[in-house]
């Protein structure tokens, strides 16, 4: 069975400090990876995405994120969290060519105190 | 400005009593779906659409319905809502124009408490 697995619910770290979100992953094939963020009665945003090429992508607010084609996972960093990313993050997976299945974790909140 | 709107964004109604969530989309995106979010449980998805007039079952498409019949509207439909239906919906849309990695883009949400 396909799945996401987000094993942390809940990810506490000092601001300033170096911070990382896990996510493994058991899909068929060569997926899309992806990193969302949920502030507050709002909508997920798009933060990253994996499809090809170098392990190591960049997105937006200053996270990156590591694929690990072995491992199966795909986690997201960032080398000093804000107390402003304090969220909850998902990670999703998409089988290539098809734009209608996609994956999600569980989430992990994360929490990053002055 | 590109985005996905759904409304109402809070109701609550009573068990049994018929209502429809809206969901609209500007960019043009052949994709949409529908998903519930539940505490520890994540996303699932409830349905999808390909385009106009094809759409199909999700995870978990009991007690729901959707519509597709223009490309930029994708209503949910609860014809007779239950407790186990109160939750977080969204809308989300893709679309082959993004490169083709089909990111998903989404709604604000909708909060729906069924009593």
């Known amino acids: 069975a396909q799945s996401v697995a987000q094993p942390e619910d809940q990810v506490n770290v000092a601001e300033g400090n170096p911070l990382t979100v896990k996510c493994t992953y058991s899909?068929?094939?060569?997926?899309?990876l992806f990193w969302y963020v949920q502030y507050p009665n709002r909508g997920l945003q798009f933060l990253l995405k994996y499809i090809t090429g170098d392990n190591l992508v960049k997105g937006s607010y200053g996270f990156e994120a590591e694929f690990n084609k072995s491992q199966t996972s795909f986690h997201l960093k960032k080398p000093s969290a804000l107390v402003s990313d304090s969220a909850l993050y998902f990670c999703?997976?998409?089988?290539?060519?098809?734009?209608?299945?996609?994956?999600f974790g569980s989430g992990t909140k994360l929490n990053v105190k002055p | 400005e590109a985005q996905v709107t759904q409304n109402p964004r809070y109701l609550i109604t009573v068990t049994g009593k018929k209502l429809t969530v809206t969901c609209s989309q500007n960019m043009n995106h052949e994709y949409m779906s529908w998903y519930r979010q539940d505490p520890g449980l994540g996303l699932r998805q409830i349905y999808y659409s390909m385009n106009v007039e094809a759409t199909d079952k999700g995870d978990v498409p009991e007690g729901y319905k959707v519509s597709r019949k223009e490309k930029r509207n994708f209503p949910l439909i609860l014809e007779s809502p239950s407790p186990n239906q109160t939750s977080l919906y969204f809308c989300a849309s893709t679309g082959t124009g993004t490169g083709g990695t089909g990111e998903l883009f989404f709604g604000e949400g909708s909060r729906l408490t069924v009593l």
């Open positions: 899909v068929s094939g060569n997926p899309y």
């Open positions: 999703a997976v998409r089988v290539r060519m098809n734009f209608n299945k996609f994956y």
